[in-house]
Structures are given as C-alpha cells and as structure tokens.
C-alpha cells in the first residue's frame, strides 16, 4: 500500500492486489490514517462494480463523522449505481477540489 501524503491529505494506492486484500489493508492502516483527509485511488483495479465501491462506505461513513473527507477516485463505476453518500470522483484533480469544498464548508460551519 503506498501513501502520498501532502499536508492534511493523504492519497492511498496499491498496485497489483485483490480489493479485498486492498480494504483489509486500508483498514489496518486506518488508525494512522485518520486525521487526515482520505484520497482512495482505484485505477489500478481494471474492473470495478458498484458493490465493490459500496465496501468502502463503512470506513467512508467512520471517516466522515470525524469531520474528514474521505473521496474514492475512479472512471469505472457510473455514478448513478452510487449512494450520494459516498464520494466518487473520476480524476485525482476532482477529488482534491471535493476536500477543499467540504473543508470550507467545515469551516464556515454548514
């Protein structure tokens, strides 16, 4: 699992494994992760399902009660199958722009 941390953000990728073995990891490694905003780079998964982005709402929906961002980005599910819910986004970019938005928002209280 590598991480790319750049201030209050950290961008997580694994090459090379199941997304099983991949939210096993990102579990495991939650507790060093969570006081950081959360950027979940799916593009090395070749095929994706919306079932297996609704895996990722457990920790999505623990990340966000905190007051964190937590932002999966990937061009391989339409939108539509997602819950609003959960944070998808097709570019790396895009999901930079949804965290600082919400943490405005955090800030402005709303």
Do not use: C, W
């Not at 490694?29 to 895996?55: C, M, Q, R, W």
């Not at 599910?77 to 722009?97: C, F, G, L, N, R």
């Amino acid at each position: 699992m590598i991480f790319d941390k750049k201030g209050t953000t950290t961008i997580v990728f694994q090459e090379k494994i199941s997304l099983a073995t991949f939210l096993e990891n990102l579990n495991k490694a939650y507790p060093k992760l969570k006081h950081d905003n959360i950027i979940v780079n799916l593009f090395s998964f070749s095929k994706l399902t919306a079932g297996d982005v609704l895996e990722f709402l457990q920790i999505s929906n623990t990340h966000k009660t905190s007051n964190k961002s937590f932002v999966l980005v990937t061009n391989k599910v339409s939108y539509d199958e997602i819950p609003d819910e959960i944070s998808v986004v097709p570019t790396i970019q895009e999901a930079k722009d949804i965290i600082e938005m919400e943490e405005i928002e955090r800030d402005l209280g709303i």
